[in-house]
């Protein structure tokens, strides 16, 4: 699918206008404390001229069929666009957590760390993530790694995901 660039797009936001537009693929979960699961997903970016693109995400658990069992997790934030490339994003999730990433974009890849996490008292406690997206042959690629529930960082979700 053709892609371009806004007209209005600021400048800071160049290294990752590629992001720009509605994207929807399949995913895979994983981690010690839960069992393994296949997920469907939808990533919005949009943009409206200033430094930053709003993001929404929504995902749905799959079976082996690719069929719908049940909708899953859901976020949404502020990918902030820098000088040089610098990223800041803030990001709420309905499972009651909150984050703050700090990261780079460079070419086709983003990589983003966090520095900040809270939580509700309902929540499960995050202590940490890193995500790294990646613009590989016009998919989006990522991969997201967690630190939480005690146990150490490592991968939890990854997914390949077509502009619609």
Known sequence: MAFEIPSNLHPQCAPVAWLLGTWAGNGHGDYPT???????????????????????????????????????????GFLRCLPDGQLEMVLSHNTGVTEIWYGVAEGGKIELRTAGVGFTQTAKEVAGGHRLYGNVEGDLLYAYDMEAVGQELQPHLWARLQRQ
């Open 34 to 76: 839960i069992d393994a699961f296949q997920f469907g997903q939808e990533l919005v970016f949009q943009q409206d001229g200033r430094p930053f693109l709003h993001y929404f995400a929504r995902s749905w658990i799959v079976d082996e069929n690719g069929e719908t069992v049940r909708e899953a997790a859901q976020e949404t």
